[in-house]
């Protein structure tokens, strides 16, 4: 059944789910990934595919930038097309004690966003990661003799500009990065009952003003990628 962003026959969607931004990600790491991967969703090129990681079907489908793109995506792969648990990959600025490429697993999204608020009657929403996922992704790390922290995510509305106090704020609250989704994205998991977990690479120093060259984001995308689907398996396995 399709949704009004996603094209996708009946059935043709994976009840796991990671979601990059760019489309032309989720085309990447499903060549690289994913066996017998077939595109599912071609709506405004928002590029999805669903093929067997490891013998388990999964999907891999662009997001968008943001919240409300997310929030779009995220909402109809979970109402209509039965999606249990989505995994974001992405990357995100670093704060503090932290350096280019390290990978961050979002144990919480605080945010500037109003979304969350929309939907909690204008109260503060603890905007968590599912427990297991963010285990599995723990144990995953640990596995492939990967460093992955456990980090708290700012997700701002604001690529750009914004409240110039922002830094000294997520410093003060020790809060290692910034994106733009994490927030809504769990937000959402935690009224829909799926489950959710951003796993995120440091691509800008917002403290010095590094970053990461495009190539070196590439390689970046592939290993949290990796890590991101098996993470994933141990929840895939409980639920089957
Ligand atoms: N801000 C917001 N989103 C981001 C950033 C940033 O500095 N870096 C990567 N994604």
């Known amino acids: 059944m399709s949704s009004p962003h996603l094209d996708a026959a009946s059935g043709a969607i994976a009840d796991t789910v990671l979601l990059p931004g760019d489309p032309l990600r989720a085309r990447f790491i499903a060549g690289r990934f994913l066996e017998e991967a077939v595109q599912v969703n071609s709506r405004r090129n928002m590029l999805g595919y669903t093929g067997l990681y490891r013998g388990r079907p999964v999907t891999v489908i662009g997001g968008g930038m943001g919240i409300p793109s997310t929030a779009i995506y995220a909402t109809e792969l979970a109402r209509v097309h039965g999606v249990r648990r989505i995994l974001r990959v992405g990357t995100c600025g670093g704060i503090g004690d932290v350096a280019l490429g390290d990978v961050l697993l ?131 396995d409980a639920a089957t």
């Open 106 to 236: 979002a144990q919480s999204g605080s945010t500037d966003s109003n979304f969350n608020r929309l939907h909690f009657g204008g109260h503060d929403l603890a905007a968590c990661a599912d427990f297991g996922l963010l285990r599995g992704a723990v144990d995953a790390a640990a596995r492939l003799g990967m460093k992955a922290r456990v980090a708290r995510i700012f997700s701002t509305d604001c690529f750009h500009d914004g409240d110039p106090d922002l830094l000294s704020h997520l410093r003060r609250h020790r809060i290692q990065g910034v994106e733009m989704e994490t927030a809504g994205l769990y937000g959402l998991a935690m009224r829909e009952g799926f489950q959710a977990l951003t796993i995120v690479s440091v691509s800008d120093l917002l403290d010095t003003g590094g970053s990461i060259p495009p190539m070196e984001r590439e390689q970046g995308l592939a290993v949290i990628a990796e890590l991101a689907l098996e993470s994933a398996l141990q929840a895939i």
